[in-house]
């Protein structure tokens, strides 16, 4: 039996992984094989440059992932890349399915991330991390897209703070809508309107994005008139939302209504104790590696904390073993 079986990698995987492992809890982590269409390592290794994890000054996402399974493996975790087909949170032990072989353990801590919604447009895939992007925060920065002309798509007070964040590096932003109406807060509304350097684009949807090795502009029609025309552009944000990898736990644990797992207030427990949740799979708000990893960190020592403190009787024998 495991003490803690980890689901998922990316940074809020790895740091519990590391966190466990030095506290001798012999942590299993299933880091996914292409699981939600992404590598194992999440949504980080679709980025390419990193410029604001504390203390790499210039790293690829793929290089800083692969720096954190190299970390949890020399203190001490297990990796398997599999992908976990379901659990059974029911009772004690809790169960893990992957591959068709049954895993029990004393803990799990779930890092199965989000994945952010995208459009599929034509040039979408040859263009991705070529000036097209889900998240301004992580990528606005950088200097490729410094001094262009942007394009976010999206209604929602996401797609206009992701707009405005984009107006500190951008010559201008098109705010993309595909109704005439935006569906933001009327404070956010506010905020885009008065923005000289955003310029709402109504009752339009993307239909292509254009470039050969970057972003060089989109095709776009106006719903109204059915009228087409390519806008020239040097980057493209997706600001439509984001999906929690939560399917397969098929509604064994508590979630909110557009189905992040729920956590208690300034903790990563769940509802069920002994299951800890961590990362963009609880995290709506900032999604940002730094606040996955700090709340890997949490996961792990609340794991341990449950199989000293708070594990059945029947279980809890030597924290260490199995």
């Not at 692969?66 to 001490?76: A, P, T, Y």
């Not at 405005?164 to 404070?187: P, Q």
């Amino acid at each position: 039996m495991e003490n803690v079986i980890i689901i998922g990698s990316g940074p809020s995987g790895h740091t519990a992984a590391i966190y466990a492992a030095r506290a001798k809890l012999n942590p299993l982590m299933f880091e996914g094989m292409f699981a939600a269409g992404v590598a194992a390592g999440g949504q980080l290794t679709t980025t390419t440059e990193i410029e604001n994890y504390p203390g790499i000054m210039e790293i690829t996402g793929p290089a800083l992932m692969e720096k954190m399974r190299e970390q949890s493996l020399r203190c001490g975790a297990r990796i398997l890349t599999e992908t976990v087909e379901k659990v059974d949170l029911s009772k004690r032990p809790f169960k893990v399915w992957s591959q068709g072989i049954e895993y029990e353990t004393k803990t799990i801590i779930v890092c199965t991330g989000a994945t952010a919604k995208r459009m599929n447009l034509p040039g979408e895939d040859r263009l991705w991390q070529r000036g097209v992007s889900a998240c301004a925060v992580c990528d606005g920065a950088l200097p490729f897209f410094r001094n262009k002309v942007l394009a976010v798509v999206g209604g929602g007070d996401s797609a206009v703070e992701e707009a405005t964040y984009l107006t500190k590096f951008a010559s201008k932003v098109l705010l993309v809508v595909r109704r005439d109406v935006l569906r933001a807060s009327k404070v956010m509304q506010e905020r885009a309107k008065n923005n000289p350097k955003i310029e709402i684009l109504f009752n339009t949807i993307p239909l292509e994005i254009l470039g050969d090795k970057s972003v060089s502009g989109i095709k776009v029609k106006d719903v109204l008139t059915n009228s087409e025309k390519d806008v020239p552009v040097g980057g493209l944000f997706y600001a439509i939302g984001h999906q929690p990898n939560t399917q397969f736990l098929e509604g064994q644990l508590e979630l909110d209504e557009t189905g992040y797992i729920k956590t208690k207030l300034g903790t990563t427990k769940t509802s069920l104790p002994g299951v800890f949740a961590a990362g963009d799979v609880q995290d709506k708000v900032y999604r940002q590696a730094i606040t996955s990893a700090g709340t890997g960190c949490m996961a792990a020592l609340e794991a341990e904390h449950f199989l000293t403190d708070e594990c059945p009787p029947s279980l809890r024998s030597d924290k260490r073993g199995g």
